[in-house]
């Protein structure tokens, strides 16, 4: 029997072990992970890159425990054993899990930060009866350059010494904030407002960390065309500011950094992955952050 080679023939496949009816089908998002929809308010979630299994295994335990102690979450699908493994990727396999789609109540266009840094707020206070994996956020960027043959000799050498570097950075700083339970990639296109109120969702890269890390892709938002006021009104409503604080520079950069890894696995196959893996690497080679970047997927 050959393996499913493509996202879609891969949740097709879990969704017939978990006794779903795979049909239905539709492509939400195509990006690190693969994201599509079924009739009857159920997100099925493709894994992919280092880790896809134990991050997917993570992400339905954490919202589970997040559920019951009545944080505002999006909540794996009951009655399936998730992840649901199937053949392809690594020896591991891929991971595909499936979730209940969010009440979205009627104008779920723009998610206000203020929202957001609410939630981080409150998640933050939050100390988890399990231990989870400890900080490192350059881990899945390390593994595409490893992996890939797209990237040109010399991107690959930059980045490699640019990633030396940034662990360097970070091994040495202290976060005033502290470490503790955070969301991992608190963006807020994965913030979802439902008729209930918002809530958080894709905990893929949940982790202990720097709390700091939370806020920093409010400030990376900018590089996107976002206005400053993001971050202002985040934080505001957060309660602290930690943009003087030494490390924040530091996790601003790595934030960025890790932001090609998800492009540089996708180029190969995608046009549109491939120019934007080669704009973000170019402008952070230059260290120019006057050049806007574009979301694929």
Do not use: K
């Amino acid at each position: 029997m050959t393996e499913p080679e493509s996202p879609l023939e891969q949740a097709r496949v879990a969704c017939v072990i978990a006794g779903l009816d795979p049909s239905g089908l539709q492509p939400m998002r195509l990006h690190s992970n693969a994201v599509f929809s079924l009739p009857g308010q159920v997100v099925v979630r493709v894994g992919a890159g280092a880790d896809a299994v134990g991050r997917a295994g993570r992400a339905v335990m954490v919202t589970r425990w997040l559920a019951g102690q009545h944080f505002p979450t999006v909540v794996p699908v009951g009655g399936i054993s998730q992840p649901v493994v199937v053949a392809g990727g690594s020896a591991q396999g891929i991971p595909v899990t499936f979730w209940e789609m969010a009440d979205v109540g009627p104008d779920p266009a723009s998610v206000p930060a203020i929202g957001l840094g609410r939630l981080l707020a409150r998640l933050h206070q939050l100390c988890p009866p399990f231990v989870l994996p400890r900080f490192r956020p350059l881990e899945r960027l390390a593994a595409a350059v490893r992996e890939s043959g797209w990237l040109a000799a010399p991107d690959r050498q930059w980045i490699e010494e640019r990633t030396a570097d940034l662990e360097a950075c970070l091994n040495r700083t202290e976060f005033r904030l502290g470490w503790g339970l955070v969301h991992g990639d608190a963006q807020l296109n994965n913030v979802f407002l439902s008729r209930a109120g918002s809530l958080l969702g894709d905990w893929d890269n949940v982790s202990t960390a720097p709390r700091e890390w939370d806020l920093v892709p409010a400030a990376v938002e900018q590089r996107f065309g976002g206005s400053p006021r993001l971050l202002t009104e985040l934080l505001a409503a957060y309660g602290a500011d930690p943009t003087l604080d030494p490390g924040w520079a530091v996790l601003c950069d790595i934030y960025e950094l890790r932001s090609v890894a998800a492009h540089i696995r996708r180029a190969p196959v995608s046009p549109p992955h491939a120019r934007q893996a080669a704009l973000r690497i170019a402008s952070l080679r230059r260290g120019d952050r006057g050049v806007r970047w574009s979301a694929v997927g």
